[in-house]
């Protein structure tokens, strides 16, 4: 496999900050305008950008074997091993390997059926690879480095055993130039903080495909054998104790995460840090009495709120949390609710109608980036008054009439606003008075933006890719000079000969060559800012 996912990726993560930024990405990506029955289309889960996604995240990672299998499992469904063949028109040792790949990192999946077994696509898992970068940026910042080391090695292998993420990960720490000590007991313990956290857990190990399995979580730890593992990584054939128990990456916990990120974010915003360490507590209290994907949470009691918030050094929250709560509570954003009086107060957190909110005022970013601000004016019109006609558009909006009308109809062309036609029957020898109402298709709306997002990252990835295609020669001469001038600092060179490798580039070899550094590093940056949009809107048609 070609990951990439280490600390420059995690540079290129700590630099994606700007939420206008993800909104200017799409726009300048993609501004294509949608037909009505391709609108149709955008409700069914598979789509034509979504699949040259998929295909090309798979040619880079896995090769093109495994891409013409994942598209023809894309493109057909579920389908048997046989048909695979058919219409790939590979060798079926070819097909078996690229399944067991596919399988091996949740991409696949199989079930028994009558007509033998059925492998179908799970194309959430091929985009979510994108994501990984975000994953193991979070597992750092709560469980530290080597964590986030150990997390990389089981994305890596799709799913391992623990005493081989140890190994793995303790030889990595010996080569690397960090000042991080490799020690057995320290990444055991980090490694059962990751399954603690739920980051991993079991992958239950079958031989027979069940027609009807169903996996539940499991956590349990192993006992592991450090004495064994310590012999293995010296090269000594022991058993560490967990043979044949695998492990592999909870990604709905990391997907949750991330999803609670937002929220916080978004409060902290809109507030302050009080405020967002306000939601954070509220949403340990929420897990504790409901379950992880619920729409709104069960009542969470006054009484508790207190007890979760005097336990963190916020002084201010604690000091102030009644007016914290009353300004989240009235707040447009919808985040919490007040349910109930008994104990001083019960509150619930709506995690549909947060989403809801959020998808708004993303839409509102992508609508004021690609047509302006008075686009977006009219666009918040249309939304608060649900069904309006294009006269009172131009009131409303105080925009020129000429102006306001063209604005709207670009809206409508592009899909972001739609037309309702209402006729009022009158007196039978009068005609009939038509009426012409504009509103916003939210769910629409959305899965065009998601089907935008699609389009942006594969048009983003084809356009690195052509840099790094183009410049390939002078990449390859770069690599080989540092090779080279690494190997003669092992034995002892002198100045003058590392400064006559220096000279083998020349500087306008060297200028060329840092403009396409430059480039390919803005289009990794560009494309996890349209991944956190793209997130974003997801989570929004989970709960829709």
């Known amino acids: 496999m070609k990951y990439a996912f280490a600390s420059n990726d995690n540079q290129r993560y700590l630099r994606s900050t700007s939420m206008k930024a993800h909104k200017k990405q799409i726009a300048v990506f993609c501004s294509?305008?949608?037909?009505?029955?391709?609108?149709?289309?955008?409700?069914?889960?598979?789509?034509?950008?979504?699949?040259?996604?998929?295909?090309?995240?798979?040619?880079?990672?896995?090769?093109?074997?495994?891409?013409?299998?994942?598209?023809?499992?894309?493109?057909?469904?579920?389908?048997?091993?046989?048909?695979?063949?058919?219409?790939?028109?590979?060798?079926?040792?070819?097909?078996?390997?690229?399944?067991?790949?596919?399988?091996?990192?949740?991409?696949?999946?199989?079930?028994?059926?009558?007509?033998?077994?059925?492998?179908?696509?799970?194309?959430?898992?091929?985009?979510?690879?994108l994501r990984y970068p975000r994953y193991m940026f979070f597992v750092k910042t709560v469980c530290g480095d080597e964590a986030e080391m150990m997390l990389e090695e089981v994305l890596k292998n799709g799913y391992i055993t623990a005493s081989e993420v140890i190994i793995k990960t303790y030889k990595r720490i010996e080569q690397s130039p960090s000042d991080?000590?490799?020690?057995?007991?320290?990444?055991?313990?980090?490694?059962?903080?990751?399954?603690?956290?739920?980051?991993?857990?079991?992958?239950?190990?079958?031989?027979?495909?069940?027609?009807?399995?169903?996996?539940?979580?499991?956590?349990?730890?192993?006992?592991?054998?450090?004495?064994?593992?310590?012999?293995?990584?010296?090269?000594?054939?022991?058993?560490?104790?967990?043979?044949?128990?695998?492990?592999?990456?909870?990604?709905?916990?990391?997907?949750?995460?991330?999803?609670?990120?937002?929220?916080?974010s978004a409060m902290r915003k809109r507030l302050d840090e009080n405020a967002g360490e306000l939601i954070r507590q509220l949403l340990f209290l929420m897990y504790l009495r409901t379950a992880s994907w619920a729409d709104t949470s069960n009542p969470i009691p006054l009484v508790e709120i207190k007890d979760a918030v005097r336990k963190v050094n916020y002084p201010l929250l604690t000091q102030h949390l009644d007016q914290y709560l009353r300004l989240i509570e009235q707040d447009t954003s919808q985040f919490l609710k007040r349910v109930g009086d008994s104990g001083g107060g019960q509150y619930s957190v709506n995690m549909k109608e947060a989403f809801v909110q959020l998808a708004w005022t993303t839409l509102d970013n992508i609508v004021m980036e690609r047509f302006g601000s008075k686009a977006a004016r009219i666009f918040r019109l249309v939304r608060d008054k649900k069904y309006i006609e294009q006269e009172q558009i131009q009131q409303l909006a105080m925009i020129p009439a000429k102006e306001a009308k063209h604005l709207t109809y670009t809206l409508l062309q592009e899909n972001y606003l739609q037309m309702q036609e209402i006729k009022k029957a009158g007196v039978s020898a009068t005609p009939i008075k038509t009426f012409f109402l504009f509103h916003i298709d939210l769910n629409m709306v959305v899965h065009m933006e998601v089907e935008h997002c699609y389009h942006a990252l594969y048009n983003t990835m084809q356009r690195r890719d052509y840099e790094v295609t183009s410049n390939k020669r002078m990449i390859d001469k770069q690599l080989r000079?540092?090779?080279?001038?690494?190997?003669?600092?092992?034995?002892?060179?002198?100045?003058?000969?590392?400064?006559?490798?220096?000279?083998?580039?020349?500087?306008?070899?060297?200028?060329?060559?840092?403009?396409?550094?430059?480039?390919?590093?803005?289009?990794?940056?560009?494309?996890?800012?349209?991944?956190?949009?793209?997130?974003?809107?997801?989570?929004?048609?989970?709960?829709?």
Not at 54 to 76: A, M, N, P
Not at 215 to 234: F, Q, R, S
Not at 489 to 518: C, D, F, Y
């Open 481 to 544: 000079m540092q090779t080279l001038t690494s190997n003669l600092k092992e034995h002892g060179a002198t100045e003058e000969q590392l400064a006559e490798i220096a000279e083998m580039m020349t500087p306008s070899e060297k200028q060329q060559l840092e403009k396409v550094q430059n480039t390919i590093k803005k289009l990794g940056i560009t494309e996890l800012q349209i991944d956190d949009t793209l997130f974003l809107l997801t989570m929004y048609l989970r709960y829709h």
């Open 32 to 129: 294509t305008a949608w037909t009505s029955n391709e609108l149709c289309t955008l409700n069914t889960n598979m789509s034509l950008m979504c699949r040259k996604l998929c295909s090309t995240i798979l040619s880079e990672q896995f090769g093109q074997i495994v891409q013409c299998v994942g598209e023809d499992l894309f493109k057909h469904g579920a389908k048997p091993l046989g048909l695979i063949r058919h219409t790939t028109h590979l060798s079926i040792a070819k097909i078996k390997e690229a399944l067991c790949v596919l399988i091996k990192y949740g991409f696949v999946i199989h079930n028994q059926t009558e007509r033998g077994v059925e492998y179908s696509l799970v194309y959430e898992r091929i985009i979510m690879i």
């Open 180 to 264: 991080l000590q490799p020690s057995i007991p320290v990444l055991k313990d980090k490694f059962e903080l990751l399954v603690k956290n739920q980051f991993l857990m079991r992958s239950l190990y079958t031989e027979v495909v069940d027609e009807k399995t169903t996996e539940k979580p499991d956590y349990t730890l192993p006992d592991l054998n450090l004495g064994a593992i310590a012999k293995k990584i010296e090269g000594e054939d022991c058993d560490p104790g967990d043979s044949k128990i695998y492990w592999k990456v909870n990604f709905d916990r990391l997907t949750q995460d991330l999803r609670d990120q937002i929220i916080v």
